[in-house]
C-alpha cells in the first residue's frame, strides 16, 4: 500500500467548478447544482483503494447524518480506467449500491477535476462553506488500515460541526493519507 498525503489546498480557495458524470443516476451533475446549504463535503476515492474501502462506513454514516443538516457530500473518482479497470464507472456504480452511498459518486474521466482540487490520494477530502469557500482539508480520523484506531471521523465531523454552528474551523489541519491517484501517463 503506497501511503501518499494531501497536498492541502490553501484555506479560502473557492471550490472549483465542474460538470461530471453520476455514475448512480448516469445524469450529468455540477457543483453549483449540488453543494449544500450550510456546506459540502467532496470527498477524491475509488473503488479498490484499502484505505477507502476501511473509511467507507463511516463516510456513509456521516453523509446519512450531515445531509440533514445542509451539508451535501459528493464523491468523485479520479483514477486512470485503463490501468485501474476496478474503479471504472459501472463498478462505480455496483460500489455504490453496496455501500448505500446517499450521494452522487462522479467519474472524473479526464482528471481535470482532481488537478483543479490538487487532490492526490484516495481518500482526500475538502470541506467547504455555503460560499463555497475551503474551511477544511485533510484526514477523515487517525484511523488508518490496520492501526487499530477508532474509525469515527472525529477530524472531518469536528470541522463540519463548527461550521454548521458558525464557529471558526481550526486552521491547524493533519493531511490525509491514502493511495495515490491512479494518474493517466501523462499527467
Known amino acids: 500500500m503506497a501511503r501518499t498525503e494531501s497536498k492541502m489546498l490553501a484555506l479560502g480557495t473557492v471550490a472549483p467548478e465542474f460538470s461530471l458524470l453520476d ?21 477524491f476515492i475509488c473503488n479498490h483503494c484499502p484505505f477507502v474501502i476501511h473509511v467507507n462506513p463511516e463516510i456513509t454514516k456521516m453523509a446519512i447524518e450531515y445531509q440533514k443538516k445542509g451539508i451535501q457530500f459528493i464523491a468523485i473518482s479520479s ?51 455555503k460560499e463555497l469557500k475551503l474551511v477544511y482539508r485533510g484526514q477523515l480520523d487517525d484511523s488508518r488500515p490496520g ?4 474509525l469515527d471521523g472525529k477530524d472531518l465531523r469536528t470541522a463540519i460541526e463548527n461550521l454548521i454552528e458558525g464557529k471558526q474551523v481550526n486552521p491547524t489541519q493533519k493531511p490525509s493519507i491514502g493511495c495515490n491517484i491512479k494518474w493517466k501517463t501523462n499527467h
Open 23 to 43: 455514475t448512480v443516476s448516469e445524469k450529468t451533475m455540477n457543483l453549483h447544482s449540488l453543494n449544500g446549504e450550510k456546506g459540502t463535503v467532496i470527498m
Open 79 to 129: 483514477n486512470d480506467v485503463e490501468k485501474y479497470p476496478e474503479d471504472a464507472p459501472h463498478f462505480m456504480r455496483i460500489k455504490a449500491k453496496a455501500e448505500n452511498y446517499t450521494f452522487p459518486y462522479l467519474y472524473d474521466e479526464d482528471q481535470t477535476v482532481a488537478k483543479a482540487y490538487n487532490a492526490a490520494c484516495t481518500p482526500d477530502f475538502f470541506l467547504f462553506d
Open 147 to 150: 492501526n487499530g484506531l477508532p
